[in-house]
């Protein structure tokens, strides 16, 4: 059964119902363009006045931010899991294929998830986090001698700019070709591959936003 949208307390329930719906629009409208769409597009989308948006969010930040907290929430979860499981590698690789098909189904989630607003403060401590859990993911596979050495975390950001890239008109097209990116790129980071790299790229995770 789907969650209920969550609604600030003390709304009346006009206002609940367009908040609701201006959330349901930008959602759609990121999901389908990325998180630059016009808001009188999503206004338009939701059927609500840009002057009904912008009181409910006043920034564009305010707008992202709720709409993609959930899904940032359940990237931090999908961490935690992986962080949670005894085997590092294979916690490692869950935690991979699960964010990679997060990014292939909503391709406004990852811009979401890595843009930095400075009026999004639990939004941006909640990345930080997800970042400094990721370092751990890292750190533990390497520990447990099954991902190569070389790795940099800099390599997650290569990770996910190729992953993006497979991004077909289908969702399943989407699904299957980031599937078979991520079983060659996953099988390249085993400890066993021993050939050194090039160094890596000066890449944060911000840039994939850029």
């Known amino acids: 059964m789907p969650t209920q949208p969550y609604r600030k307390p003390g709304l009346r329930a006009d ?4 908040r609701d719906r201006i959330l349901e629009a930008a959602r759609e409208a990121f999901t389908a363009g ?9 206004a338009r989308r939701a ?12 920034t564009r930040a305010a707008l992202v931010t709720e709409a993609f907290s959930e899904q940032l929430a359940a ?3 999908a961490l935690d899991e992986a962080l949670a499981d005894p085997d590092a590698w294979h916690g490692f ?3 991979i294929e699960k964010v990679c098909s997060m990014q292939a189904t909503d391709r406004g989630f ?5 843009s930095r607003f400075p009026d999004a403060i639990d939004y941006d401590h909640m990345r930080v986090r997800a970042e400094d859990r990721l370092a751990e ?7 447990a001698g099954q991902l190569r050495a070389d790795f940099d975390e800099s390599d997650v950001t290569l990770l996910l700019l190729a992953n993006g890239g497979v991004v077909a008109e289908s969702l399943e097209e989407s699904l299957v070709a980031s599937r078979r990116l991520v079983g060659y790129l996953l099988q390249s980071f085993r400890a066993d591959r021993t050939e050194p790299l090039p160094p890596p790229a000066p890449l944060g995770l911000h840039r994939l936003h850029q």
């Open 15 to 18: 206002a609940a119902h367009n």
């Open 34 to 42: 990325g998180i630059d769409v016009p808001l009188t597009a999503i």
């Open 47 to 58: 059927g609500v006045g840009v002057a009904t948006l912008y009181r409910r969010f006043p």
């Open 75 to 77: 990237c931090v979860a």
């Open 93 to 95: 690789c869950a935690f």
């Open 110 to 114: 990852t811009a979401a998830f890595l």
């Open 137 to 143: 993911l890292v750190r533990r596979a390497k520990a």
